[in-house]
């Protein structure tokens, strides 16, 4: 399994854009899917996006179509979200995940068994 470690969150205001990263250490990050999910204050985490190991395939959630785009380096070993026109809505705490298996691309929550530590990223209007 792969170790994941975010970096990137802040303060941004409304409509601005923010990148944060996941660096993976361990073996294989170029066998794994990826996903991030986000925790708003008070809420449940939820499923933002994924993708697939070679960076063809992502899926996201309908509130953050066309604002936010998820993207891999894997000679890098690292996983990006890229946020733009973000919304005082995107305030969470976000984290990257990779699934307990490689090769497996999934939207399951169940499935995901590495998580990061989270990085906080906070809109205000």
């Known amino acids: 399994q792969v170790q994941l470690v975010e970096s990137g969150g802040g303060l941004v205001q409304a409509g601005g854009s923010l990148r944060v990263s996941c660096k993976a250490s361990?073996?294989?990050?170029?066998?794994?899917?990826m996903a991030w999910f986000r925790q708003p204050p008070g809420k449940e985490r939820e499923l933002v996006g994924t993708?697939?190991?070679?960076?063809?395939?992502?899926w996201y959630i309908d509130s953050v179509k066309g604002r936010f785009t998820i993207s891999r380096v894997n000679a890098k070993n690292t996983l990006y979200l890229q946020m733009n026109s973000l919304k005082p809505e995107d305030t969470a705490v976000y984290y990257c995940?990779?699934?307990?298996?490689?090769?497996?691309?999934?939207?399951?929550?169940?499935?995901?068994?590495?998580w990061g530590q989270g990085t906080q990223v906070t809109v205000f209007s």
């Open positions: 993708i697939d190991w070679l960076g063809v395939n992502t």
């Open positions: 361990g073996s294989g990050f170029s066998d794994y899917a």
């Open positions: 995940a990779a699934p307990t298996m490689s090769l497996y691309y999934t939207k399951q929550v169940p499935d995901f068994g590495s």
